[in-house]
């Protein structure tokens, strides 16, 4: 069992330009969920998918910010314009089953977001 | 949604028990308890969880109080490598709120030689 993969690891990039994030859940699990992680706010809950369905997004800051899921083994989040207020981690996680009450959710090991 | 309350930090010797204390005074009847550790740079990750009945599985024990106003995050011999923030949730009971886990700020557990 490979996890959750998260990529990349760390990106740096400058204000303004346009980041995607990439996650691969674990087979099998059908519920996806987007976090960030900072000092100020701890982990936040931005998005969480359930058959690749969005379900809650009223975690996600602004309209900047968007996310897909376009099968069952991928999920992006992008953000654009990207601010320097946006530099966290943001960790990915999947579950087995929202449905069927299953939430112990699985994370990914993060991607460090740097923006300057 | 229920809120917790979690001591900021405490210390724990390594070999012996660690019991992680947490309130949670306004849970409902249907809500579960559930417990996240995260290790320094590391995602969270799942340990345990319980309605009512105290349980128990390979990394830990879950005790519930009988009014379940309150928890204790049993782990049974320490190590180093529990050395982590601990996070105690109580999970929404609506099925549209099931994926909604609010991480709080935690305990902050080092255990020490």
């Known amino acids: 069992d490979a996890g959750v993969i998260q990529s990349p690891r760390h990106e740096v990039t400058e204000m303004g330009q346009e980041v995607t994030l990439r996650c691969k859940p674990i087979?099998?699990?059908?519920?996806l969920f987007w976090y960030r992680q900072t000092m100020m706010r701890g982990l936040e809950l931005l998005i969480y998918f359930n058959n690749n369905v969005p379900i809650d997004d009223s975690g996600m800051p602004e309209d900047r910010f968007s996310a897909k899921m376009p099968n069952a083994s991928f999920s992006t989040l992008k953000i654009q314009p990207s601010e320097p207020r946006d530099s966290a981690v943001y960790f990915c996680?999947?579950?087995?089953?929202?449905?069927?009450?299953?939430?112990?959710?699985?994370f990914g090991p993060g991607t460090r977001l740097t923006v300057t | 949604d229920a809120k917790t309350t979690q001591p900021p930090s405490m210390d724990c010797a390594e070999g012996r028990a660690a019991n992680l204390p947490c309130n949670h005074s306004?849970?409902?009847?249907?809500?579960?308890v559930y417990w996240y550790r995260q290790i320094h740079s590391q995602g969270p990750q799942y340990i345990i969880h319980g309605l009512k009945n105290n349980e128990t599985n390979e990394m830990a024990s879950l005790i519930i109080t009988e009014d379940r106003k309150s928890s204790t995050l049993i782990l049974p011999h320490a190590t180093l490598r529990d050395t982590a923030v601990y996070y105690c949730i109580v999970r929404p009971s609506s099925l549209i709120s099931w994926g909604k886990l609010q991480f709080g700020a935690g305990t902050q557990v080092v255990v020490t030689p």
């Open positions: 087979s099998g699990h059908n519920s």
């Open positions: 306004t849970i409902s009847g249907n809500e579960y």
């Open positions: 996680a999947s579950s087995q089953g929202v449905d069927r009450g299953v939430t112990e959710q699985y």
